[in-house]
C-alpha cells in the first residue's frame, strides 16, 4: 500500500520566501471529486461503508454540484506584504488546542466531503477538505484576504448555532443581549464557547481542561468550576450538557450549511463553507 508523501517548509525558508517582494497571492485550482463525497466512521473513528440509499445519493450529487461550480472558478488568497511574515509563520505553527491542524496549508484542497461519526449519518456530516479551513481566524483574521476570482470577500455566520437551536428545542429563544459563551463581565468568550461545546460533546465525565487555559483569564476560576460557572449561565439546557449531543447539533448545522449553498449554487454564486459561516 502506497504513501502519501508530504513536505512542509521549514522556517529558514519560510523565512527566506517571506523576504521575496511582491509574492503576495497564492492561487489555486483542482478538478473536483468524483466519488468519495460522503465518509462514515464508526465508534472507533474508523471510516466504514456507507450504505447506498436515496438520501447518500442525493448528499453525494449536492457535494458533487458544489464541487463543480467551486472548480470553475479561481480561489486565491492575497496576503498584505506587511501581514506575510505574521501569516506564515502562524501557519507553520498553528495548533489548535482542540483540532490539530498540519502545518501548511495545502492549496489544491479544494473539494469538500461530508465526515459522519459513530456509524450514523445523523450525526456530524460537516463539510471537510479545503484549504480555507487551515487560514487563521483568530487574533487576526487572514480568511478576510481570500479572494474569489480576484475579488474581495465577506465570510458571514450564524452567531451562537449551537445555543440557538438548544434553546430552540427547549422552545425559548436567546434574549438580546444574553451570550452563553460569556457568563460573567471579563469572562474570555473564547474559552467560554470551547467549554460550552466540550459540555456538549462529551458525556458523563468534565472536558479534559485545555492546554492554554489559565484561571488568570477567567477571574480565578479554574477549569471545573468555569464548567460549572456555563452550566448555570445556560441552566434553561443544563440537562443537555455531556450526553454527547455535539454531533447531533454538528449534523443539524450541516444540513443548514447543503441549504444554504445549494440555494446560492442555483444563482450561479460561489461559496466557501467554514461549518457555520460562509465566504462569498
Not at 466504514?48 to 449536492?62: A, C, F, L, Q, Y
Amino acid at each position: 500500500k502506497g504513501h502519501r508523501t508530504r513536505i512542509a517548509p521549514t522556517e529558514e525558508l519560510m523565512n527566506r520566501i517571506a523576504s521575496i517582494p511582491n509574492i503576495t497571492e497564492i492561487v489555486i485550482t483542482s478538478k473536483p471529486k468524483k466519488s468519495g463525497n460522503l465518509v462514515l466512521k464508526n465508534l472507533e473513528g474508523e471510516v466504514i461503508p456507507v450504505e447506498s440509499n436515496s438520501d447518500t445519493g442525493r448528499m453525494t450529487k449536492n457535494v458533487t454540484k458544489i464541487n463543480k461550480l467551486i472548480s470553475q472558478h479561481e480561489i486565491s488568497l492575497v496576503v498584505p506584504v506587511e501581514q506575510k511574515q505574521a501569516f506564515m509563520s502562524k501557519i507553520a505553527y498553528r495548533q489548535d488546542n482542540d483540532n490539530y491542524s498540519p502545518p501548511y496549508i495545502d492549496f489544491t484542497a479544494t473539494n469538500l466531503y461530508r465526515v459522519f461519526n459513530n456509524g450514523s449519518l445523523k450525526q456530524g456530516g460537516r463539510f471537510y477538505g479545503v484549504w480555507w479551513h487551515n487560514v487563521p481566524a483568530r487574533e487576526q483574521n487572514h480568511r478576510e484576504h481570500i479572494r474569489i476570482d480576484g475579488v474581495e470577500t465577506i465570510e458571514l455566520d450564524y452567531s451562537k448555532i449551537h445555543p440557538t437551536i438548544l434553546y430552540h428545542e427547549e422552545g425559548l429563544q436567546l434574549e438580546e443581549g444574553f451570550d452563553p459563551y460569556v457568563p460573567f463581565d471579563g469572562a474570555d468568550r473564547n474559552f467560554g464557547k470551547r467549554a460550552f461545546n466540550a459540555l456538549l460533546n462529551t458525556t458523563s465525565h468534565d472536558p479534559k481542561k485545555p492546554n492554554d487555559y489559565k484561571a488568570d483569564d477567567n477571574k480565578g476560576h479554574e477549569w471545573k468550576e468555569f464548567l460549572r460557572v456555563i452550566e448555570d449561565h445556560n441552566s434553561s439546557i443544563q440537562h443537555r450538557f455531556k450526553k454527547g449531543y455535539g454531533l447531533t447539533l454538528q449534523y443539524k448545522d450541516s444540513q443548514i450549511a447543503e441549504k444554504v449553498m445549494m440555494t446560492l449554487l442555483k444563482q450561479k454564486i460561489v461559496c466557501l463553507p467554514v461549518h457555520d459561516s460562509f465566504i462569498v
